[in-house]
């Protein structure tokens, strides 16, 4: 009997585990952090990012429209520190796409740079309908940080920038 209610128990922590995601912050001056997300409700999410010297920084995650979202980015990182082409098709689905496929479907493409020195590429790109999240960090030590990222519905992976409030910046892999 035991172990039958072992397998459930331990395949009830591979489903779990599975949802949590990982991500990575680059500094221009090589500093590397990690961090894990995952979803929450109704569009939100939780971040954790292990900072310099343990620090852990909690927050949460929310969706925002393309424009604001471009227009806060760009405020905080510089005019042309986001390139995002295509139509906004972020919150339109293409109701002919998923059941009779299509020839040409518009496709929005984000770029932005990294600071990721084991990238061959100072700059990176994310193709699909995309996604935009706003996030604001706090440390346990007193650390903040603002995050904004940008994501493929297709594939889920993305990139995006984090500045600390002492005005450090971090280029993001997820």
């Not at 599975?18 to 090589?30: E, N, Q």
């Not at 986001?82 to 496929?101: K, L, M, Q, R, T």
């Amino acid at each position: 009997m035991k172990p039958l209610i072992f397998i459930p128990s331990v395949f009830s922590l591979f489903v779990l585990s599975a949802c949590v995601h990982t991500l990575r912050l680059h500094s221009r001056d090589g500093e590397k952090l990690s961090g894990s997300y995952r979803f929450a409700r109704e569009d939100t999410g939780l971040i954790r990012v292990l900072g310099a010297e343990g620090e852990v920084l909690n927050g949460k995650f929310v969706r925002v429209e393309r424009r604001t979202f471009i227009e806060s980015y760009e405020k905080i990182f510089g005019r042309g520190s986001v390139a995002i082409d295509g139509p906004d098709i972020s919150a339109h689905g293409n109701a002919f796409g998923g059941v009779f496929g299509s020839s040409y479907l518009p496709t929005d493409t984000a770029y932005g740079e990294t600071f990721n020195s084991a990238s061959d590429n100072s700059e990176t790109v994310v193709k699909g309908p995309l996604f935009y999240w706003t996030a604001s960090l706090l440390g346990d030590r007193g650390t903040t940080m603002g995050c904004y990222f940008i994501g493929s519905s297709h594939t889920g992976h993305g990139f995006g920038r984090c500045k600390s409030q002492t005005g450090k910046e971090y280029s993001v892999e997820f």
